[in-house]
Structures are given as C-alpha cells and as structure tokens.
C-alpha cells in the first residue's frame, strides 16, 4: 500500500482554478431573475426594515418614558413628608398597644 503524497503547488492551483470555473459555469446556467420578482423582494425588505425602525423607536420611547417615570417617582419621594422619628417613649408605647391588640383579638 502506498503512503499518501500531498499535491505540490501547481496541482493545488490547477484545483482551485478548476473549482473556480465550475463555480463560474453554474453561476452562468442560473436563469436571470425576473424584474417583477426582484421588484417585489425589494418591496417586502423594505417594509421589514421600517417595521423594524418602528419598533426600535416605540422601544425607545417606553425606555424614555420609564426613565421619566422614575425620575418623578423619585421627586415625589423627596418631596414627601419625613416621618417624624418617634422618641423611645412613644415607639414603646405604640408597641404595647400592638401587643395588648393582638393579645384583645385572641380571647
């Protein structure tokens, strides 16, 4: 059995330019495309792409419309009124009053 001989330079170029012609030759036999065809192709990607600028842009302008919403969520917020911080007294008393709810509803 003979041992594998790899082609030299000039089989390699003798291939890829008999590859090429053949590639060439198919392109040729390909019948020529109809204008109409072509036409309506050319119609339907262009309704494609400005479907898809539409969408690009509504995306756009719910992400604008978030951001604006968020930041007059945050100004309501900092104009809200603080609540006043509760002295230990007081937070201890309205704890008790919790407790003595909760213990008044389990009777």
């Given amino acids: 059995m003979s041992s594998y001989k790899a082609p ?5 170029i003798a291939a890829a330019k008999q590859a ?9 036999d390909r019948p020529a495309v109809d204008p109409a065809e072509a ?4 119609a339907a990607r262009l309704a494609k792409e400005a479907a898809a600028r539409e969408r690009r842009q509504a995306k756009l302008a ?10 007059a969520e ?16 007081e937070a201890r008393a309205l704890r008790d009053a919790r407790y003595a709810a909760r213990k008044a509803r389990k009777k």
């Fill in 8 to 12: 030299d330079f000039n089989e390699r």
């Fill in 20 to 28: 090429r012609e053949k590639a060439l030759e198919k392109l040729r």
């Fill in 39 to 42: 036409a309506e192709r050319q």
């Fill in 62 to 71: 719910a992400a604008a419309q978030h951001k604006a919403d968020q930041r």
């Fill in 74 to 89: 945050k100004q309501a917020a900092a104009a809200a009124p603080v609540k006043p911080k509760l002295s230990e007294d």
